[in-house]
């Protein structure tokens, strides 16, 4: 038997330690699932189509937006577009770095996902002040 890959199950760690990098992970993937489908027609009805006239003006009027942004689902629609994308910036931030050989260690990953969670928090602080 001419096997190039062996286990040693002495070796084999039974009580491995716990990661974060699951929840980072899943907010990464959250952030770029909402950047490459939601963002995209958002720009498209907001900075083309109304513009041009395409869809009416007073579609987006202040009384309709701000009663819009004051519903549940427009405030978890606005929170989502300003956190999740910034989620994925800054795990790919992050792991950028330490692909550059940049190593910032664990300051770096503290000053990338607190400043997601910073922008987080102010886009919920802001919807609660509308």
């Given at each position: 038997?001419?096997?190039?890959?062996?286990?040693?199950?002495?070796?084999?760690?039974?009580?491995?330690?716990?990661?974060?990098?699951?929840?980072?992970?899943?907010?990464?993937?959250?952030?770029?699932?909402?950047?490459?489908?939601?963002t995209p027609?958002?720009?498209?009805?907001?900075?083309?189509?109304?513009?041009?006239?395409?869809?009416?003006?007073?579609?987006?009027?202040?009384?309709?937006?701000?009663?819009?942004?004051?519903?549940?689902?427009?405030?978890?629609?606005?929170?989502?577009?300003?956190?999740?994308?910034?989620?994925?910036?800054?795990?790919?931030?992050?792991?950028?770095?330490?692909?550059?050989?940049?190593?910032?260690?664990?300051?770096?990953?503290?000053?990338?996902?607190?400043?997601?969670?910073?922008?987080?928090?102010?886009?919920?602080?802001?919807?609660?002040?509308?």
């Amino acid at each position: 038997m001419n096997s190039t890959y062996k286990v040693d199950r002495n070796t084999v760690n039974k009580h491995p330690q716990r990661s974060d990098e699951p929840i980072w992970w899943g907010l990464f993937g959250a952030g770029g699932t909402w950047f490459a489908m939601i963002t995209p027609i958002t720009i498209l009805v907001l900075g083309i189509l109304v513009p041009m006239g395409i869809i009416d003006a007073d579609t987006m009027s202040y009384e309709r937006v701000s009663e819009f942004a004051t519903s549940i689902i427009g405030a978890l629609f606005i929170i989502g577009t300003l956190a999740l994308p910034m989620w994925h910036a800054m795990h790919r931030l992050h792991h950028g770095m330490h692909d550059l050989k940049i190593h910032a260690g664990v300051a770096g990953k503290v000053g990338c996902y607190f400043f997601a969670g910073l922008i987080s928090a102010l886009s919920v602080i802001f919807i609660f002040m509308i």
